[in-house]
């Protein structure tokens, strides 16, 4: 077998991939542990976390003294330093209405509808802003009727625990689900080989989260779930490739069946995951801040995917029935 042969290096393939998962599955749970605190971990949304998300223009270029200002505004009306106040440039903007494509993400804990508006009214005074204040306490903010306010969302504590449940137990489902369709469609090692390059592919992506700095939040959730989704149809094709030729080369090693499957679907692969990865290259340059939250976990998961397909699955699927030959001999 040639050294670029995969199968050849199936133990390291399988190691570095346990190890990427094992990363992933402690970096989610010290982050869950720490999750309220900003500079442990990864950075959770508010979706997860409860509170209230801004986007703003100052209607000028954003200097660092601007966003310090702004940090001890939220920290006057709450009481906490914010979790998150950061400059962004969209280009996706009326520049001719905010005089400028810098904007202001804030994230603090509040969800209340007084506390809300109290910043948002301390911000117009600061920076020169229009802001009618009318309308009691209890009356949500319009961002529709604020130019300069781009966004603004919150969500409440107990909401932001459910949410938390419905996603882990969304995400377990689907995988569990694959694992299953794959056992019945194929064999037991066929699944347990599927979750294990799904389980990569996830890792992979909390990973770059924690690395770059992304929130997770719903859109990520719906990343992941897109990249099960993904991953698992290039997965199913190898192992559909490696079934027809374990019938007609049975005679065969198993590594000379995997390698020859591999090979075989690698063009498919490689035009597959190339024509989705220049669409959502395009979504993450073009796009707004919200929409690169979700376009770049997908850029990491399709990249991880077909790693994953090519590499990951045949090896494990490999290692698993030569253990049972070994065993049966």
Same mark, same amino acid.
Request: glycine share 4%.
């Given at each position: ?47 997860? &976390? ?18 310090? &200002? ?17 400059? &962004? ?241």
């Amino acid at each position: 077998m040639n050294k670029l042969s995969i199968t050849s290096k199936k133990l390291p393939i399988v190691i570095c991939a346990v190890v990427i998962i094992f990363v992933g599955i402690i970096g989610m749970l010290v982050s869950y542990i720490f999750k309220d605190n900003p500079d442990i971990g990864l950075r959770w949304g508010i979706d997860f &976390t409860g509170g209230t998300v801004f986007n703003f223009s100052v209607k000028r270029d954003v200097s660092p003294e601007d966003l310090k &200002t702004v940090e001890n505004i939220v920290k006057q009306v709450t009481g906490e330093t914010p979790s998150l106040v950061q400059k &962004t440039t969209v280009s996706a903007v009326d520049t001719s209405v905010l005089n400028s494509t810098d904007i202001i993400i804030v994230k603090c804990n509040t969800d209340k509808n007084e506390d809300r508006r109290e910043i948002l009214s301390l911000i117009a005074k600061e920076f020169s802003l229009p802001f009618s204040n009318e309308g009691n306490s209890d009356e949500n903010v319009d961002a529709s009727k604020i130019e300069w306010l781009l966004s603004s969302d919150s969500v409440g504590p107990a909401a932001a625990a459910d949410l938390l449940k419905s996603a882990f137990l969304a995400t377990s489902i689907a995988a569990l689900l694959m694992l299953v369709y794959i056992s019945l469609r194929f064999d037991l090692y066929s699944g347990i080989a599927a979750v294990v390059a799904l389980l990569h592919d996830v890792s992979m992506m909390i990973i770059f989260n924690l690395i770059f700095g992304i929130q997770i939040n719903l859109p990520f959730i719906a990343a992941v779930l897109t990249i099960l989704g993904y991953s698992i149809n290039a997965t199913i094709v190898i192992f559909d490739r490696i079934r027809e030729n374990n019938n007609q080369m049975f005679e065969k090693p198993f590594d000379l069946i995997v390698e020859k499957s591999i090979r075989q679907t690698m063009r498919r692969s490689i035009f597959t995951s190339l024509t989705t990865l220049f669409t959502v290259l395009i979504l993450f340059i073009l796009s707004v801040p919200s929409i690169r939250e979700f376009s770049f976990p997908i850029i990491i998961g399709i990249i991880a995917g077909f790693y994953s397909s090519v590499c990951i699955s045949g090896n494990v699927w490999l290692i698993l029935k030569e253990r049972k030959e070994k065993k049966s001999s």
